[in-house]
């Protein structure tokens, strides 16, 4: 028993115990003097710990303009901790558990007690360790509270009694001032270790707490203040510090509606910290245009889905982001006032005109998006928001692309605009809002220009990838449904008030189905679709696939495509088309021709029933049946005739 101890001299004195008993009692006596030996050695290195530790707190207090004799008394206490913690990584790791706990009780406790110093103290020893030694503090501070900061509170609730369920605002602080401490490129990881703590405890406060925490409305208050603070000191290199909290403010604002409220509500006079953003990215004149192209795209994020009713009513109601995008896109006023009716519009921004253009264009797609009508938004948001559209085909009508680029965000900025012109006339019958998005709708129809530049195919003869982005783009406006996962809605009618006009009526397309043959040399606008679906590049044949498809959703299409007759055969070349199974190769060319066909069957079987053969209707539901590889059989006999 005594070996077991494993003890230096055991096996001496196991040995000399056969001879006499005393040597027992000397043993365990010198045992038991080495116990309290170390319990009391303990005792005094957690003593120096916590005295070091209050030493560094009230060094941390004191302002270092008038700390004359902090800097010995700091250098002292911290060589004191990494000599007893092993270096800075043991003090890291020591500070880091107090972070957590709660704030000392009140009396104190003892100064022997090894969390004397708690919660905020500890966050201001491990701030100040930063500040004071960077190089040996910063990256490894970083790096440990975003770790342990994840195994906390990345994936479910925490249940233990000794870990908050929120993070201080001593602590937001800090982790915000590591966001744009790094001016240097191989200090990124730290702005990035910061990032993603901040996020997992905004991300966990709303997930598993409720938001009952308010990280996200404290955190946006701390970054407020130091965006405010990095500003007024005018320096270029704090550029990409600014975009970190943009980028920051973004992610948390879209977490949900609640939080978005927080970042466009103001507490003071200063604003709330969207106001920052807007004022970074739309600011003329603007003496750092990659800055201001950085900020346009961190804006442009929050025109993703799903759309929450706060952000929408931000995107189409807001006078300051209206007015400083159309500043950019060339109209004559300010961020305080509209720009007058007579006006003309001038040149777009050189730099940052195309990034305001596309962030016009993400705008005008809120009216197309499933997740929200804009019969639920107020009607000053609504009157805004048409007056944006109106604006926005001004500066469309200005705007002439120039490149395979430019002209890929012309296509895409003019169907969005007639998209949701068209969604919003058909949105609120009977109502002087969908009167003036009728009129405006009418108003695009009547724009030949416009129309010619957007779906003219001749202008683009030897650019198939081109083709088929107008081709895409009409079918889009056509069916947006079928661009948003929607379809399905359609083919079972649905009649919600919320998502139920989510595509233009049939008069529409049928105009705009006009108005792609007006642009294209008045040629039948069937035959264009044909023509396009016969050509060598698969890019073109898709994207002809998908207008038909968008065509056959609705039952007036249908039959303008059925009694169609090609001039010089005098066949129903649609069908004679569509039947052939020899004209397409691709597996992508097959599935979206078997899509026509199942499309025109459940939507429109009965009408078809009355305008082709029996036999044809017969192999139409034989493939459809079958599925995208069915293919005519041919009889042996005239196989081999």
């Avoid at 959703?553 to 001039?567: E, P």
Wanted: aromatic residues 6%; contains cysteine; charged residues 20%.
């Amino acid at each position: 028993s005594l070996l077991a101890l494993r003890h230096p001299f055991a096996s001496i004195v196991s040995h000399l115990a056969c001879h006499s008993s005393s040597f027992i009692i000397l043993y365990l006596t010198i045992v038991q003097q080495r116990t309290t030996m170390e319990s009391t050695t303990s005792t005094s290195v957690d003593d120096a710990v916590e005295k070091a530790l209050l030493s560094l707190l009230a060094a941390s207090s004191i302002p270092s303009t008038s700390a004359s004799s902090t800097p010995d008394a700091t250098s002292s206490s911290r060589q004191l901790l990494e000599s007893h913690l092993h270096g800075p990584p043991g003090v890291v790791n020591s500070l880091l558990h107090r972070i957590w706990l709660p704030p000392p009780p009140t009396p104190s406790p003892p100064l022997h007690s090894p969390t004397s110093v708690r919660g905020d103290d500890a966050v201001s020893i491990l701030s100040h360790l930063v500040e004071k030694y960077p190089a040996a503090y910063m990256a490894l501070t970083s790096q440990a509270v975003r770790e342990d900061t994840e195994r906390r509170f990345a994936s479910a609730p925490v249940d233990s009694a000794d870990v908050p369920t929120t993070a201080s605002d001593a602590l937001l602080v800090a982790l915000a001032k590591l966001l744009i401490a790094p001016n240097v490129d191989d200090k990124v990881r730290i702005a990035t270790n910061a990032n993603d703590a901040l996020l997992t405890l905004c991300r966990w406060d709303h997930q598993y707490n409720c938001g009952k925490g308010l990280v996200a409305k404290r955190l946006f208050a701390a970054l407020h203040l130091v965006w405010r603070h990095i500003q007024s000191q005018e320096k270029r290199e704090w550029s990409a510090a600014q975009i970190r909290i943009a980028s920051l403010m973004i992610d948390v604002a879209l977490l949900g509606e609640e939080q978005f409220s927080w970042a466009v509500t103001a507490d003071d006079d200063s604003g709330c910290i969207m106001d920052m953003l807007l004022h970074l990215a739309l600011d003329v004149p603007n003496d750092d245009p990659l800055l201001q192209m950085s900020a346009l795209d961190q804006l442009e994020r929050l025109a993703c889905e799903p759309m929450h009713r706060r952000r929408a009513e931000f995107l189409l109601g807001n006078d300051i982001l209206s007015r400083g995008l159309l500043c950019l896109v060339g109209s004559n006023g300010d961020l305080t006032t509209d720009a007058s009716v007579t006006d003309e519009w001038t040149e777009m921004d050189p730099v940052n005109g195309a990034a305001a253009l596309r962030l016009l264009t993400e705008i005008s797609r809120v009216g197309v998006s499933t997740s929200l009508s804009l019969s639920l938004l107020e009607e000053s948001i609504v009157t805004k928001f048409q007056l944006l559209l109106k604006n926005f085909h001004k500066a469309l009508q200005q705007f002439h692309p120039q490149g395979e680029l430019e002209r890929l965000s012309y296509i895409h900025a003019v169907s969005s605009l007639f998209a949701t012109c068209s969604i919003g006339a058909c949105s609120t019958p009977n109502n002087e809002s969908a009167a003036t998005t009728t009129e405006l709708t009418n108003t695009i129809l009547r724009d030949k220009s416009l129309l010619h530049d957007w779906l003219s195919l001749h202008s683009r003869a030897a650019q198939p990838k081109l083709k088929s982005a107008v081709l895409c783009s009409m079918a889009q406006v056509m069916e947006p449904t079928e661009w948003n996962d929607d379809s399905a809605k359609v083919k079972r009618g649905s009649t919600d008030t919320a998502k139920a006009c989510t595509r233009p009526n049939d008069a529409i397309v049928l105009q705009l189905y006009q108005a792609f043959s007006e642009a294209n040399g008045h040629r039948d606008p069937t035959e264009l679709l044909l023509t396009s679906a016969k050509s060598p590049f698969v890019e073109e044949r898709l994207g002809a696939y998908t207008v038909l498809k968008a065509l056959v959703m609705r039952g007036a299409a249908v039959r303008l495509l059925l009694l169609y007759n090609d001039v010089d055969s005098g066949k129903n070349s649609f069908l004679e088309w569509l039947l052939n199974h020899d004209n397409e190769s691709t597996t992508e060319g097959r599935n979206a021709k078997y899509q026509i066909v199942n499309t025109m069957l459940s939507l429109s079987g009965n009408l078809i029933c009355g305008l082709i053969p029996e036999k044809l209707m017969r192999e139409l539901e034989l493939w459809n049946e079958r599925g995208p590889q069915f293919r005519r059989t041919i009889p042996w006999e005239m196989a081999t005739e």
